[in-house]
């Protein structure tokens, strides 16, 4: 006879199952030990023989126990399974169904349950095979702690202090064990699928706790070791984009991280690191520098390409116009790139010949295409100097022959500034009227006195300097010179009568005539008794006589001394004070 607990049922096992329950359930088991009434003769011994025969003949369950068992049937109300007890389970379709919503089990096929109950209400054996599939899952999970070995699970969603992992069944990895740095979006890992090891297990309470970290920690030890082996100045390896900053990038080289900056990223402009790399991406690098002290790493991915300035003076010659695009604006001028990591500077004082452009962004806007002449190369220093305004022709050049010197002008006074006045000559040129050239007679302290910003005003031409874009103006040399009136009226020799405008440690300034001055020296003041000289006042009319003319230089020197002798010839180059200062003619050449 075969072993009761083997769960194979011999004829004779049949035969006496059946004789004993007196017939069969609609399942083709017996429901439980229904022992038909024996003849009252029957013996005692051979009744509890019998009964020990029929439970023997099914194997021995334990509630909470896994077992296999046969699928007997598959319908819409449930697959039934057979696990070699007194009757077959029913356990409902959805727990065999796959993803997709497809049955996974046919007849005939052995599946793993748990026996929840040996018997429920209508005396049908309780199974569950998604609860046998978690018990499984427990059972490796278990194992894969003590064994500390590696589980592979979804995220499931963000919860709070980290996320839920599904290994098959739910659990927990905190923020802090989720990578060897700070994750700040954790929504953004839902759906990803991630190697763990399970740090913490209590099967009663269903509580897992996983770490990631601590698997990248052992991994990026190992790599590390590996990469530093081979680490060296001037390598180029092969990396991983783990984090972007405004400063740039920090790659992964196998277990340890270099620093790409911003600046070695291209040859050309780059706003942000994000413009060219983005996280996860795989790039070659080399190796700029290495201290193996603090393992700190500088990578360059630029030095990988030729570098554009190298040959730059083959692509930009002095004269050579060029195109290019406007890629920055500052306060003195545009940068404009004339190719990747080649760029000239568009000074504002090279974009227009007659514009006042007080900020570059007021001709030109970032983005621009324009058309440029190279002003000057320098590769050592990367510098280009370009000219926009050279481009067309300069306005300057043809002002000379539409305004030659002497042309009279007229224009709005656009701007007063201490030395002078800015008239307008044409749209965007302007004309300087130096305070010097306002009036003949006048002594101007500021140019307030005689123009108004606003005013028209008509003036001379007195020069144009189209090279340095300087067209210089004269109000006075409009009107008659009142020099020429008086030299061609005075000499030198006569007597004049003059106010005293004011003194110096030197001598008296008299007014002659209306604009016109000259100077009495203390030595040629009147000399009273006794050699003392008298001393002048101020606004007090005096007569004296012209002792020195300069027609070209504008200058009179005058003498009260000399009236009082008509052969008195002065002496204009010896001091005449005994104490070896300044004379009459140093006074005089002076002025």
Not at 214 to 234: C, H, I, P, R, V
Not at 316 to 341: N, P, Q, R
Not at 463 to 476: E, F, H, P, T, V
Request: aromatic share 6%.
């Amino acid at each position: 006879m075969a072993n009761p607990d083997s769960g194979v049922a011999t004829p004779e096992m049949t035969n006496n199952r059946e004789s004993a329950q007196g017939g069969s359930t609609r399942s083709g088991k017996a429901k439980g030990p229904q022992l038909k009434l024996m003849n009252q003769d029957a013996d005692p011994e051979e009744h509890r023989q019998l009964i020990d025969l029929y439970d023997n003949t099914f194997k021995n369950f334990t509630e909470g126990e896994v077992v296999k068992g046969t699928v007997m049937q598959v319908s819409n109300g449930g697959v039934v399974v057979d696990v070699g007890y007194k009757s077959e389970g029913i356990i409902q379709i959805s727990e065999f169904l796959d993803e997709h919503g497809e049955v996974t089990v046919e007849s005939g096929d052995l599946v793993d349950v748990l026996l929840e109950r040996t018997e429920d209400r209508q005396g049908h054996i309780v199974l569950s095979r998604e609860k046998a599939e978690k018990m499984k899952i427990w059972d490796e999970v278990e194992k894969a702690f003590t064994e500390r070995k590696v589980v592979i699970g979804r995220v499931i969603e963000r919860i709070k202090g980290g996320l839920a992992v599904d290994i098959g069944v739910r659990a927990f990895l905190p923020g802090s064990q989720i990578d060897v740095r700070p994750v700040r979006n954790l929504d953004a890992m839902r759906g990803q699928e991630l190697r763990m090891r399970v740090i913490k297990v209590n099967k009663k309470r269903g509580n897992i706790v996983l770490s990631r970290k601590s698997l990248l920690e052992e991994e990026n030890a190992e790599k590390k070791k590996q990469t530093l082996e081979t680490l060296a100045e001037g390598k180029v390896l092969r990396g991983v984009v783990k984090n972007l900053t405004d400063y740039g990038a920090f790659i992964d080289l196998g277990g340890i991280d270099g620093l790409l900056h911003i600046t070695d990223m291209s040859w050309g402009r780059i706003g942000h690191p994000s413009e060219l790399f983005k996280v996860n991406d795989e790039l070659e690098v080399v190796v700029l520098k290495y201290d193996p002290a603090t393992e700190r790493v500088s990578l360059g991915h630029k030095q990988l390409a030729p570098d554009p300035w190298e040959n730059v003076q083959d692509l930009c010659s002095i004269g050579a116009k060029m195109s290019g695009k406007v890629v920055s604006l500052t306060d003195y001028g545009a940068f404009v790139e004339l190719e990747s990591g080649v760029e000239g500077l568009i000074h504002v004082s090279e974009m227009s010949w007659s514009k006042r452009a007080k900020h570059p962004s007021k001709i030109l806007n970032v983005g621009d295409s324009v058309e440029a002449i190279v002003l000057g190369v320098d590769p050592q220093a990367r510098r280009i100097s370009l000219g926009l305004k050279q481009t067309e022709g300069n306005p300057w050049h043809e002002l000379t022959e539409r305004y030659p010197v002497g042309t009279r002008i007229k224009g709005k006074v656009r701007n007063l500034t201490e030395f002078g006045a800015f008239v307008e000559v044409e749209e965007d040129i302007d004309g300087l009227i130096h305070i010097s050239d306002m009036s003949w007679s006048k002594r101007i302290k500021h140019p307030s006195e005689v123009l108004k910003k606003g005013d028209v005003v008509e003036a001379m031409v007195l020069s144009i300097d189209a090279d340095n874009q300087r067209l210089s103006l004269g109000l006075k040399q409009l009107a008659t010179d009142v020099w020429d009136n008086f030299f061609s009226n005075n000499h030198a020799g006569d007597v004049v009568e003059g106010k005293v405008t004011r003194l110096t440690n030197f001598g008296a300034f008299v007014e002659l005539d209306e604009g016109i001055e000259g100077l009495i020296h203390v030595s040629e003041f009147d000399e009273s008794d006794g050699n003392e000289k008298i001393s002048l006042e101020v606004d007090k009319l005096y007569q004296m006589k012209i002792i020195k003319i300069s027609q070209e230089e504008r200058k009179i020197g005058l003498s009260i001394r000399a009236l009082k002798s008509d052969d008195y010839e002065p002496n204009l180059d010896v001091a005449t004070d005994g104490t070896g200062g300044a004379t009459l003619g140093d006074h005089f050449r002076s002025q």
